[in-house]
């Protein structure tokens, strides 16, 4: 892990509260990057198990700054443009290998972030900001989520942000309020599974229909000990 020893905020929550328990039960078996936002239900999994490597979300710390924009123009707007330049190297490198996008976040954006940090701890030494305000917030959520926001530049893998996700997710978010009638946790888990085998499909480039038709029509008489077969990767691979 890079950077300095930063952990967000919320950790104060117990360990047996269901925020915190949730995460860790998903991922028990998995060992890598987990890119989030500064959800504190998350600080329990990353402080406490070493094969689970943080990766913060520039989308998340971004929106803080825009949203203290109209109660602190200058600042608010100079690191909203600083943040701005690590974007447009992304943009740059949004079809290349992961070695290039390696080389070149080393060689500009880590200046660049390092540039921003520096001009974060001036921000806060020139004016009186209260504790209280939305860019005391910002500036808190920048500061707390450092060594997570860093990271992106270790892994030419990684991406800025967790946008695909979120937009991924997008349509369970808008039907929130319908899907709190699903009508049991069993139906619920059922809508689960069929979004996450929607977006997934989408992801690598099938036709969510034919995909799901083809699926559901099969899955009664196909073997339980080959189900595995059916993930959209292996189908996709299958049908070549």
């Not at 890598?32 to 198990?49: I, K």
């Not at 660049?112 to 209260?130: C, M």
């Not at 699926?215 to 595995?228: G, Q």
Request: aromatic share 8%; proline share 5%; charged share 25%.
């Amino acid at each position: 892990m890079t950077g300095g020893a930063v952990r967000r905020t919320g950790s104060s929550i117990s360990p047996k509260t269901g925020a915190q328990e949730r995460p860790g039960q998903i991922l028990a078996k998995y060992a890598g990057f987990v890119q989030a936002d500064a959800y504190s239900g998350y600080d329990h999994l990353f402080e406490n198990c070493a094969r689970i490597v943080e990766v913060g979300c520039w989308a998340h710390a971004r929106r803080k700054w825009d949203e203290a924009l109209n109660s602190a123009r200058q600042p608010c707007t100079e690191m909203l443009v600083r943040i701005r330049e690590l974007y447009k190297i992304e943009a740059r490198l949004k079809e290349e290998p992961p070695q290039l996008r390696l080389a070149v976040r080393q060689a500009e954006s880590v200046p660049l972030l390092d540039k921003f940090y520096a001009r974060l701890t001036e921000i806060s030494a020139e004016r009186v900001i209260l504790p209280s305000s939305l860019l005391a917030k910002a500036i808190g959520y920048t500061i707390n989520q450092r060594e997570a926001l860093y990271r992106f530049t270790t892994d030419g893998r990684l991406e800025i942000d967790n946008n695909f996700a979120e937009n991924a997710i997008r349509p369970l978010a808008l039907g929130r309020k319908n899907f709190l009638f699903v009508g049991s946790p069993r139906g619920g888990k059922a809508c689960a599974i069929a979004l996450t085998l929607l977006q997934s499909a989408k992801a690598i480039g099938l036709n969510p229909y034919e995909y799901l038709l083809d699926i559901y029509n099969r899955l009664m008489s196909h073997p339980v000990n080959r189900l595995h077969e059916l993930l959209p990767a292996a189908w996709k691979k299958s049908r070549r």
